[in-house]
């Protein structure tokens, strides 16, 4: 496939993050953090365990509180007003390492709950959107089992189904493949690539480099808490500036 | 195929082996009896064992039953009868059958109104129990408590209208403010009905229950295994519920819920159910407005109730932590809000996980209802210890009451426990 060459990055914001510094309890866990994003913009976001990227893109849809500086989604500022946290929860999808299915809904209850409660959007129109993306990550046929029935890959898909059926304009991936087999990566980044290539705005933490070479058009590498670099795949990889990025893909790249 | 091949590793099958029984000693009760009674010369000795004892139980349990009693009217007379041989007197069952049910001041010409409100019973909590029953029934659930208070206690029908009209007010005022903050819907829904209430009160003539359809029933003439299970109904309903907020509210972000709702829980739980029993048949007046009197049987389910919703709070907060914390997150990040995400997710596993524990508590709570017996209510348990116990005709005729107490329990015990199994299968989804 070829390297972002079909996909255009607007100039248009859709993530500031200015300045933001979060502790956990004592331990400062984010450290000045600066980041925008670009509506359209896929963003990968790399480094050691510990580092902080899965709390960053927590951040973003609130799930950790930020003690100082400010995150804006959107053009909505997140503060701690609950009004404004549901309206960017609601803007911004998720898919978590453990998928996090609700395992007492079908799966196409699953995909239809937030938008009838949280859209008010008709059971039989919920429907049909949900089915529109079952069938998009492969597994209409799926619809009325529990995800209890499915294999890691396919519910890993139906979150992804899940959180799109809401519409929403950015994505947050935290490491969505960790807790997959080899086999079952493959589809899922499948899925992941076809989203990138529609244009949607995409926050990934993950350790597939591949993935992040095929459709990333930045990388960004963090360690304890800071970002050390940010650049394009192409570069990041094949000329690593920071000598921590260079160990870092060293060891991960070595073998 | 020619002869040099019979001796290769080569096996081609050119008839099928057709299937056969397996033999005798492979199957059937002779099997059974093996494997499961007499595997080895312990266990031989143990089943031999344990059959003696079965028929030492039976063997002198099954005559005492069949040669007892049923249609004497004293003990006296049944000794006669039974001249020596070994037999229970069951005709106490018999004639004092409808103090059993209902206890002994229930004005007899009116049994057929708390009957009817039990065969009722079971209409309103069959949608409640079977979630795959039209949900327009739990309409006929909703009204059903004002309908049995009204056959059981009679007077006027003004009372159970004004309970109901209180309800509906609370519950529309409760949707209108609802969307604005769920706080402004809760608090303004109980005040709506509380002024009903007050209002409909005065407007209430002190002298409506004469002349009324149903004949008045005061509360102290209520008794037998009629009040067993009226507490028990009320209490459990009520208790689950509250229970429930009592959970969430020490789950609470906010301190001050969260402490009264600790508080109110370590507390409740700290006290013997017997002490809060007597604190409302002498002490709740005092917590009352001066000069009302509240009804000693409504003073009794307040505590119940209490006391089982501090234990299912405890039993569903276990369900609550079981829940992976990704759920939450997951219903965080689809934009739930937090009435939503409880009433969506987190509650139906939660719940669902503590159903075994809840159903602990609800046939505990049941069979907690003979307490109030020493309360001196007139309760199945009350009424064989008192009135009939003490009777010049049935003095004496412990296990025939007893054993006949214990019965009613465990049938309707062993039936929750039954129904809360069956649940629990219809719900297990999750395939783990």
């Known amino acids: 496939m070829t390297t972002q060459t079909a996909m255009n990055v607007s100039t248009e914001v859709a993530i500031s993050i200015e300045k933001m510094n979060k502790w956990y309890g004592t331990f400062h866990v984010l450290r000045d953090i600066d980041l925008t994003v670009y509506q359209g913009e896929r963003i990968v976001i790399a480094g050691p365990s510990g580092s902080g990227k899965s709390t960053l893109i927590r951040c973003i849809n609130a799930l950790e509180e930020h003690q100082q500086g400010s995150i804006t989604v959107d053009g909505t500022l997140l503060s701690s007003d609950v009004k404004n946290i549901d309206k960017i929860r609601s803007e911004v999808g998720m898919c978590f390492q453990h998928f996090n299915l609700f395992p007492h809904l079908s799966i196409l209850e699953n995909c239809t709950l937030a938008p009838i409660w949280v859209r008010k959007t008709p059971k039989k129109e919920a429907e049909e959107i949900a089915m529109h993306f079952l069938e998009k990550v492969k597994i209409p046929d799926q619809a009325d089992k529990y995800p209890g029935q499915l294999s890691g890959g396919q519910q890993q898909r139906v979150a992804i189904a899940r959180s799109l059926c809401m519409r929403p304009r950015i994505m947050l991936f935290d490491e969505p493949t960790s807790a997959l087999d080899p086999e079952m990566i493959k589809e899922v980044l499948d899925t992941m690539v076809e989203l990138a290539e529609e244009g949607m705005t995409m926050l990934c933490v993950t350790h597939e480099m591949g993935f992040a070479r095929q459709v990333a058009n930045r990388v960004i590498f963090m360690d304890e808490g800071q970002i050390v670099e940010q650049n394009e795949p192409e570069e990041f990889f094949n000329n690593p500036k920071s000598p921590r990025t260079q160990l870092f893909l060293s060891q991960i790249l070595g073998h | ?432």
């Open chain 2, 1 to 432: 195929m020619s002869d040099t091949h019979a001796h290769s590793a080569a096996f081609v099958r050119t008839e099928q082996v057709p299937p056969a029984p397996p033999p005798a000693s492979a199957t059937g009760p002779v099997k059974w009896a093996k494997d499961n009674l007499f595997s080895t010369p312990l266990y031989s000795v143990l089943t031999v064992a344990a059959l003696y004892v079965i028929y030492v139980i039976l063997g002198n349990t099954l005559p005492w039953i069949f040669s007892g009693v049923w249609n004497t009217s004293s003990l006296a007379e049944c000794r006669e009868v039974l001249d020596g041989v070994s037999g229970g007197c069951f005709s106490v069952l018999t004639e004092r059958w409808n103090q059993l049910l209902f206890g002994f001041k229930y004005p007899v010409d009116q049994y057929w109104r708390p009957s009817l409100a039990f065969v009722l019973f079971f209409a309103a909590a069959a949608p409640v129990l079977f979630y795959k029953m039209p949900r327009k029934l739990l309409l006929f659930t909703a009204i059903f408590p004002f309908l049995a208070y009204w056959l059981i206690w009679g007077g006027t029908i003004l009372t159970p209208i004004l309970a109901l009209v209180g309800v509906v007010a609370g519950y529309f005022v409760y949707q209108r403010f609802v969307a604005g903050s769920f706080a402004a819907g809760f608090f303004g829904g109980i005040a709506a009905a509380f002024v009903v209430w007050i209002i409909g009160g005065l407007l209430i003539p002190d002298n409506a229950n004469e002349g009324a359809m149903l004949r008045a029933v005061p509360s102290r003439d209520l008794g037998g295994f009629m009040l067993n299970m009226m507490l028990g109904v009320a209490c459990v309903s009520l208790s689950v519920p509250l229970g429930i907020a009592l959970a969430l509210g020490r789950q609470s972000d906010m301190p001050l819920i969260k402490w009264i709702c600790v508080v109110f829980i370590e507390f409740i739980r700290g006290v013997p159910l017997i002490t809060l029993l007597f604190v409302a048949s002498v002490m709740l007046a005092y917590f009352f407005p001066p000069g009302t009197t509240t009804d000693l049987f409504l003073r009794v389910v307040i505590m119940i109730t209490m006391f089982s919703a501090a234990y299912i709070a405890e039993v569903i907060r276990g369900g609550l932590a079981a829940l992976p914390r990704g759920q939450y997150e997951a219903a965080d990040s689809l934009g739930l809000d937090y009435p939503q995400a409880m009433r969506l997710i987190i509650l139906p596993q939660a719940l669902k996980i503590s159903i075994p524990g809840i159903v602990n508590v609800a046939v505990g709570l049941f069979k907690d209802t003979t307490l109030v017996s020493v309360i001196s209510m007139f309760d199945l348990v009350g009424m064989i210890r008192g009135p009939i116990l003490a009777s010049t005709e049935w003095n004496g005729v412990y296990w025939e009451l007893l054993g006949f107490a214990a019965l009613l329990f465990f049938v309707v015990c062993y039936g929750i426990s039954q129904y809360s199994q069956w649940l629990e299968r219809q719900l297990a989804t999750d395939h783990r």
